[in-house]
């Protein structure tokens, strides 16, 4: 199977992104998503059902409202969940989370670590797929934007005699309102692919992930990750295939996690130039 890689909404890619791909190309879905959809796809060794899927990501973000930074709660959980704060404050969250819904505690060092692993891989595309939903009504209140300033400008260029129209008077209020805002940054949510891919391993093992992003493989290739053919994946401008931790960009392999030592293939599929 082709699973694209390492974005969950097909909504993130272009046209031109999406016709790079190979044809029948997958996205994941963790659990939030319609089981009905014929563009998704679901880990048959994922732990949490719909159910609970749902209510884990609720008690999460419930969590992190009332325990995290209020600026910005989804980024806050995201950042425990990917290790990037302090270990202890990761498995607060975890443990917390656990024990309020599953009235378990799971402990990284029992006897099926493999378990505990695909648990905290789901938690983590879960939240990711989360900040994608939010990164899209971003991109909308985006778009929405640019076209109020839009109508403002074709008010302005239009000259005085025009601006009496009623489209136009509401346009001009909307600029006023507007002025003061800027546009929304999106990119510096994205998120980490390295991390991601790491839940990927965990969950759906010996599928070939495929990707349009570009810097993936620039970023695979400055890490000296080794080159595969180009017939191991049909129609993609570079491959790179080794174990799974050194795609992650780790320097061995974890003693605690040995599944990271699974091969796994990406491929880069290159965009047209010039196409959106």
């Known amino acids: 199977m082709f699973l694209h890689f390492p974005q969950m909404h097909p909504d993130f890619l272009t046209a031109s992104a999406r016709a790079a791909l190979p044809e029948g190309v997958r996205f994941l879905d963790p659990g939030l998503g319609s089981a009905a ?63 309020s819904v599953l009235g378990v505690i799971s402990s990284p060092c029992g006897a099926d670590a493999l378990d505990a692993a695909r648990r905290q891989a789901q938690m983590f595309l879960l939240l990711a797929w989360s900040l994608e939903e939010r990164l899209l009504d971003l991109h909308g209140v ?80 400055e890490a000296g990750v080794p080159e595969a053919s180009l017939d191991e994946v049909p129609g993609a401008a570079r491959v790179f295939r080794a174990q799974a931790w050194r795609l992650m960009g780790l320097d061995r392999l974890p003693d605690a996690k040995p599944w990271l030592d699974a091969m796994l293939t990406v491929g880069v599929f290159a965009q047209p130039v010039g196409n959106e």
């Open 142 to 221: 985006e778009d929405r934007l640019k076209s109020a300033w839009d109508r403002l400008d074709q008010s302005v260029a239009a000259g005085a005699e025009v601006v009496e129209d009623e489209a136009d008077q509401e346009a001009l209020a909307l600029g006023r309102e507007l002025s003061g805002l800027a546009r929304p940054e999106t990119s510096s949510l994205a998120m980490p692919w390295r991390r991601l891919l790491e839940s990927y391993a965990a969950l759906m093992p010996g599928q070939i992930l495929c990707t349009s992003d570009a810097e993936i493989g620039v970023d695979l290739a």
């Open 37 to 99: 959809s014929l563009e998704h796809v679901r880990s048959e060794v994922a732990p949490f059902d719909d159910r609970t899927a749902k209510a884990l990501l609720a008690d999460t973000l419930r969590f992190g409202e009332n325990q995290a930074h209020p600026r910005d709660i989804l980024a806050q959980s995201l950042i425990e969940q990917a290790g990037i704060l302090s270990s202890e404050s990761g498995r607060a969250v975890q443990l917390e989370v656990e024990k």
